[in-house]
């Protein structure tokens, strides 16, 4: 494949093997957060588009499924070196639509080829089981088979990897599957149609549509050849979706919102939690599920903790991705940057404090200074709700039964991070944390051999992993008579 990333825009939908238009022939603008500009154009498909893929999914699924596991592992492998071999355009592809730095895409890209790599070596160890019999003349196996159709959506902060974290799973098992990647970064996952074709899988057993979110996820949640509905995005879409899928009673995974505790113990070592703390509410400009929403600082060390983090803010460069050492890419649209400037106007209007930038970058695009506030307090807008932005909010707290307590108080439950040096209090805050992930000492914690999800209203079930591959399979008991 040729080393441009402009081979990889395309701008059409991928259905049974062929890229095609709507049916309608409409189109959905495509920016740069950088600059504002257009840079291309997808297809508006809506319900009829997304039956046809559908059917192509259930077609190619009656095949698919009888291929062994060794032969989906070959193509997912040839899969995996296809996307390591175009790293760069990729990477740069995902730059252009999606604003973060190019080393942040490119160690996107690099993650998308672990998955579909992992994936690819779990397919050979779906193993079943054999139960022993309470009857003398009956025998009982339990085998795991593909659960067949697959509809997957996806958020605009993921572009390649949340792609990746299903379609490896579900080709992995041998299901279909139907894919929606997000409107505003729908090119990295066209990318996927491309891949996936030169790799050898065959037509209809990967999908791409764009456009209309409600028409796509009403059909995909509505009909009955689709088993499964995987989803990555907001807790609100989320709930949408598993109202809609509950009456054709589908099988599903949801990958949430958070709202990320991030916990600093008088004894926890400052300099290595003020990088934990930078690396996870700054990456992606704080645009990630995962990113520290709340950040907790123990009284004895509150000062010395909020100056150096301050301080570490404003070293982060801010810039075009494409600019060389460029550390905060631009937000994701003008929403978000109203959105950000709405947090730090309530978190202020009640008594919070800037100590680091606080506004709007003043030129083209969608940037916002990366912000630090501190007398944060449990009133302010951001202590329940995900910010999705650079900023920084710091509240100060005593002990460690109010700092757990706190950390809990919400209704999202997927990563939480807490830093000491205490190794009692390690075990301890870990096993009373109400969370799915938990980074101790770590502010990044996310890899492919890692279950990765939430408690509470953060999700239903894991990606990555050994558990990620569960998820995309059925059970089956069989009992032998007569023997
Ligand atoms: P979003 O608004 O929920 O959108 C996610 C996807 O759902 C997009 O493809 C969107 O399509 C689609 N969608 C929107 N409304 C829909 C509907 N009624 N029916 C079917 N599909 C619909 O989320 P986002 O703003 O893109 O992403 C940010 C959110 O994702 C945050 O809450 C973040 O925490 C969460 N997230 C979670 C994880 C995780 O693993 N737990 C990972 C990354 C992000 P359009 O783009 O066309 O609107």
């Known amino acids: 494949m040729s080393t441009s990333w402009a081979q990889f825009k395309r701008e059409e ?4 093997g062929t890229w095609r238009k709507a049916d309608s022939g409409r189109m959905i603008d495509v920016f740069d957060p950088a600059s504002g500009e257009v840079i291309g154009q997808v297809p508006e498909a809506g319900a009829d588009e997304t039956r046809a893929a559908i059917e192509a999914a259930a077609r190619a699924f009656e095949t698919y499924r009888k291929t062994t596991a060794e032969e989906r592992a070959a193509m997912l492998r040839k899969l995996a070196s296809l996307i390591e071999d175009n790293k760069e355009p990729l990477a740069q592809l995902l730059t252009k639509e999606q604003g973060k730095s190019l080393t942040e895409s490119r160690g996107e890209v690099a993650m998308s080829a672990k998955y579909i790599l992992w994936f690819a070596e779990e397919a050979r160890r779906v193993y079943g089981d054999t139960i022993p019999s309470p009857w003398a003349d009956r025998r009982l196996m ?5 659960v067949g159709v697959v509809g997957a959506i996806t958020p605009w902060n993921f572009p390649s990897s949340m792609l990746a974290r299903k379609i490896g799973p579900a080709l992995a098992t041998g299901c279909t599957i139907v894919c929606k990647p997000a409107t505003q970064t729908p090119f990295s996952g066209l990318a996927w149609g491309l891949l996936c074709a030169e790799a050898g899988f065959p037509a209809g057993t990967v999908n791409i549509l764009t456009g209309s979110a409600s028409k796509i996820g009403g059909e995909l949640t509505s009909h009955p050849d689709v088993a499964k509905i995987t989803f990555t995005g907001s807790t609100e879409v989320g709930r949408i979706l598993l109202a809609q899928a509950a009456t054709t009673v589908k099988k599903v995974s949801m990958e949430l ?16 939690a003020v990088a934990g703390a930078i690396a996870s509410k700054f990456r992606n400009s704080g645009q990630t599920c995962v990113c520290s929403n709340r950040i907790y600082v123990q009284a004895g060390i509150h000062d010395a903790f909020v100056e150096k983090l301050a301080i570490a803010a404003a070293g982060l460069k801010l810039g075009s991705g494409f600019e060389d050492g460029v550390e905060q890419g631009p937000l994701i649209d003008e929403k978000a940057i109203e959105g950000v400037g709405s947090f730090v106007e309530d978190a202020v209007s009640k008594g919070g404090k800037i100590v680091q930038g606080g506004k709007r970058v003043q030129r083209d695009g969608f940037f916002y200074e990366p912000t630090v506030i ?21 509240f100060r707290f005593e002990t460690e039964e109010e700092a757990i307590a706190l950390a809990n108080d919400t209704e999202y439950g997927l990563a939480c ?8 209090r390690a075990f301890r805050v870990s096993e009373e944390l109400r969370y799915g992930i938990v980074g101790v000492n770590e502010g990044v914690v996310t890899t492919e051999v890692a279950p990765f999800g939430g408690f509470k209203q953060s999700g239903v079930g894991r990606e990555g992993s050994k558990y990620g591959l569960d998820d995309y399979l059925e059970t ?3 009992c032998i008579g007569g023997i």
């Open 13 to 16: 939908i991928f259905i049974d």
């Open 142 to 146: 339990v085998t795991k088979e593909a």
């Open 257 to 272: 919102g958070g709202n990320a505790p991030f916990l600093v113990f008088d004894d926890a070592d400052i300099d290595r």
């Open 374 to 394: 501190v007398n944060a307090s449990s009133d302010m807008r951001f202590a329940r709700e995900e910010i999705f932005g650079p900023v920084a909010p710091v």
């Open 417 to 424: 991070y807490f830093y000491t040096r205490d190794l009692g």
């Open 476 to 478: 089956k008991y069989v």
